[in-house]
């Protein structure tokens, strides 16, 4: 079984400042990838980032970047120079490498204020 | 098409009658899912399909939900009999290649009345 923990429900940032969105999680499962996804009112998901466990280096996309503590079964995302266009829902996943299903977090909403 | 479509956006039924709700996955893509979003559940896995057969309907809440899908592309979701506990966002994806990541459609809003 995987279980994904987001502690922190609302966070709030202000523009041009970097927000760092926290999420654990658990699982008995060598192998396995890590989502960062991002829902705005629109509904859609939107992948934001991947990481494969495997690897050690932080996967990084433009100004989102993780911080991935596998010991610690920790996955938190950075944004930096936040932008009024990421105000949305933003949901951690893991994923088996054996499956297929996502499991997800309850979500984080964040707040971008002028 | 470019994206996942789903169809219709929004449905609002009565208790007790049966609903479809259409998803069209990104041309080429084999993989298809079907998850449940609800404010106190958060997001749940219902189905996924490789190609038309769909080797794990674990996720699926009752035997009032089934799914389907033909010719390895258009897929539906059936509920029968419907409760207010069923309203939800029903959220499709579909992938190419498993662990790389989904594309999601906006979802069908069904509001149970």
């Known amino acids: 079984a995987q279980t994904v923990t987001q502690s922190q429900p609302e966070m709030s940032v202000q523009e041009a400042e970097t927000v760092t969105l926290s999420c654990t999680y658990d699982?008995?499962?060598?192998?396995?990838?890590l989502f960062w996804y991002k829902q705005p009112p629109s509904r859609q998901m939107i992948l934001v980032i991947r990481?494969?466990?495997?690897?050690?280096q932080n996967a990084t996309e433009n100004r989102f970047s993780v911080n991935f503590q596998k010991a610690a079964k920790s996955f938190s995302l950075k944004i930096s120079d936040s932008q009024l266009g990421d105000a949305a829902m933003y949901f951690c996943?893991?994923?088996?490498?054996?499956?297929?299903?996502?499991?997800f977090g309850k979500g984080t909403s964040l707040l971008v204020t002028p | 098409g470019a994206g996942v479509s789903q169809s219709p956006s929004n449905k609002v039924t009565e208790k007790g009658k049966d609903v479809e709700l259409r998803c069209d996955p990104i041309?080429?893509?084999?993989?298809l899912y079907w998850y449940r979003q609800s404010l106190g559940q958060g997001l749940e896995f219902l189905i996924y399909?490789?190609?038309?057969?769909?080797?794990?309907k674990s996720g699926l809440p009752s035997d009032r939900f089934s799914a389907e899908r033909t010719g390895g592309s258009v897929s539906t979701l059936t509920i029968q009999r419907t409760q207010q506990e069923d309203s939800a966002v029903y959220l499709c994806?579909?992938?190419?290649?498993?662990?790389?990541?989904?594309?999601f459609g906006s979802g069908t809003r069904l509001t149970v009345v």
């Open positions: 699982t008995s499962e060598s192998d396995y990838y």
């Open positions: 994806a579909s992938s190419f290649i498993e662990n790389y990541g989904y594309t």
């Open positions: 996943a893991i994923e088996p490498n054996s499956g297929y299903a996502l499991n």
């Open positions: 041309s080429g893509h084999t993989a």
């Open positions: 990481q494969e466990a495997y690897k050690q």
């Open positions: 399909f490789q190609g038309n057969s769909a080797p794990d």
